[in-house]
């Protein structure tokens, strides 16, 4: 069965710091990765996704993720954290059936100190 | 088209009672993806459609929920008889092809059972 680890439930940095964001999988197949990112009361939105093309995928807003067969990992990283990216981030992997279901892990929250 | 629409934002109902939630997703979305998202917790699979067709269920989906999608537009998810246990954020998601493509989530409906 698939399902991803988020390595850290709770992440602080300083604006203009370095983001990194861990995240391992497991899965029995070539997966479908993701990331999203929940702002308060806000939906869930899109950052990047790993469909076996590229290692490095790049995202939205400054963000990209390296997929590593090796270490079965898949950690987000921002080179300058600002203000506005404190929120909720979610690791995700396609379960990898016709329906395309999507297993979330237990997101990691972003904290930017000014 | 302004993306995946739910309604209502919030909901406060009395334990026992009944309750409906609506998605609309967007247009040229074939399938539709309900998730439970508990504080907490990353969002939980419970059911999809391929147009008006409910393909999968969730085993977290009891004999109380049920879902609709008439005519391959929008869908509605009913909670029966609500127990305080079902107070979660209920997030609607439309893709168009599945897996590895990542959804579009909705901003979500915020269920308090008091």
């Known amino acids: 069965a698939q399902s991803v680890t988020q390595l850290d439930s709770h992440v602080s940095v300083s604006e203009g710091t370095p983001v990194l964001l861990r995240c391992n999988y497991s899965?029995?197949?070539?997966?479908?990765l993701f990331w999203y990112v929940q702002h308060p009361n806000k939906g869930l939105q899109l950052l990047l996704k790993?469909?076996?093309?590229?290692?490095l995928v790049k995202g939205i807003n400054g963000f990209e993720a390296e997929f590593k067969k090796s270490e079965t990992s898949f950690h987000l990283t921002k080179p300058s954290a600002h203000m506005s990216d404190a929120a909720e981030y979610f690791c995700v992997v396609s379960d990898g059936t016709r329906g395309g279901k999507l297993i979330f892990g237990q997101g990691t929250e972003l904290s930017v100190k000014p | 088209d302004t993306g995946v629409s739910q309604d209502p934002r919030h909901k406060i109902t009395k334990r026992g009672q009944n309750v409906t939630f609506r998605c609309d997703p967007i247009s040229e979305h074939n399938r539709l993806y309900w998730y439970r998202q508990t504080l907490g917790q990353g969002p939980e699979f419970l059911t999809y459609f391929q147009n008006e067709a409910q393909l999968e269920k969730s085993r977290l989906l009891s004999d109380r929920f049920s879902a609709e999608r008439p005519k391959g537009s929008f869908s509605t998810l009913e909670i029966q008889r609500t127990e305080q246990g079902d107070s979660a954020m209920y997030l609607c998601?439309?893709?168009?092809?599945?897996?590895?493509?990542?959804?579009?989530f909705g901003s979500g409906t915020r269920l308090t059972v008091v």
């Open positions: 899965s029995s197949y070539s997966p479908s």
């Open positions: 790993y469909t076996s093309a590229a290692t």
């Open positions: 998601a439309s893709s168009l092809t599945g897996t590895g493509d990542g959804y579009t």
